[in-house]
């Protein structure tokens, strides 16, 4: 992992964003920088923005993912301000503006058009995995909102609780289940929120499951990133799960508000 060494690229073209080669461990000696903020980050890219396709920032994402899932250490490093290089900012940048222009306005304007009680929406936070379910109906309170409905469809919650930014998983808990009774609209809401709200860990899974996958040992790990990411790309791998971030957005940016019964 020590020879996962690259070259920095002098072109700020958007064009050449992906072409920039990753580390592990920089060895060369600089002087840590304060790690800026989100609005910082996003205020001093801004020119930047206008320029760069909305999949050009997927796509890096897709790369860091997958150094991630060799190198377990890679996005903590990127937060915490450890890496200071061009391409580990440009990272940066694009997991902040998945998190704050695609994801958690979504995700805001679902909730607070809602009735759901906090309870609810923190076991729907928490747990990556849902299957919801149509049961027999049943003339009871709502276990979302709390509301008298007819509530027809059970609500399966379960998984491993895992940090929002590093995505590291805890394992407290792990066979934790939850199964919640609800209405058809707080049902549909749930699958809108929940695919959104766990579309990136889900997303983290997938590249990991590429890499392990792919079982190769004896390689170094800039090759083994490029040669991955370059297969996902040819493959319409990338593509695809762009295309269902741009499904589940839709998705909350079209779900009508609940009437009042």
């Not at 997927?58 to 993912?65: D, G, N, S, T, Y």
């Not at 007819?150 to 998984?159: E, I, Q, R, T, Y």
Request: proline residues 3%.
């Amino acid at each position: 992992m020590k020879d996962f060494v690259v070259e920095e690229e002098e072109n700020d073209d958007c064009d050449d964003i992906d072409n920039t080669e990753h580390v592990k461990n920089e060895n060369q000696p600089h002087q840590k920088q304060p790690n800026p903020s989100n609005s910082e980050l996003l205020a001093r890219y801004i020119p930047q923005l206008s320029r760069c396709e909305h999949y050009v920032h997927f796509k890096r994402i897709v790369k860091a993912f997958l150094i991630n899932a060799i190198d377990d250490s890679f996005l903590s490093s990127l937060y915490d301000g450890t890496r200071q290089k061009k391409y580990a900012q440009e990272m940066l940048l694009s997991l902040h503006y998945l998190d704050e222009r695609f994801i958690q306005p979504r995700l805001e304007n679902l909730i607070c058009r809602s009735r759901w009680k906090d309870r609810y929406k923190n076991r729907v936070d928490c747990y990556p995995n849902v299957h919801i379910s149509l049961q027999n109906a049943k003339n009871m309170s709502c276990q979302a909102c709390a509301l008298k409905r007819w509530c027809k469809f059970n609500v399966s919650l379960s998984g491993r609780l895992y940090n929002s930014k590093t995505l590291e998983v805890d394992d407290f808990m792990s066979e934790d289940k939850q199964v919640l009774k609800v209405g058809v609209v707080c049902a549909n809401r749930t699958r809108v929120y929940h695919n959104l709200k766990h579309f990136k860990y889900k997303l983290y899974m997938d590249c990991s499951s590429v890499v392990e996958l792919d079982g190769v040992v004896d390689e170094p790990v800039k090759d083994t990133v490029e040669r991955l990411f370059n297969h996902l790309d040819k493959t319409g791998w990338i593509q695809k799960r762009y295309n269902d971030l741009e499904d589940y957005m839709e998705d909350a940016d079209n779900f009508q508000e609940e009437k009042i019964v």
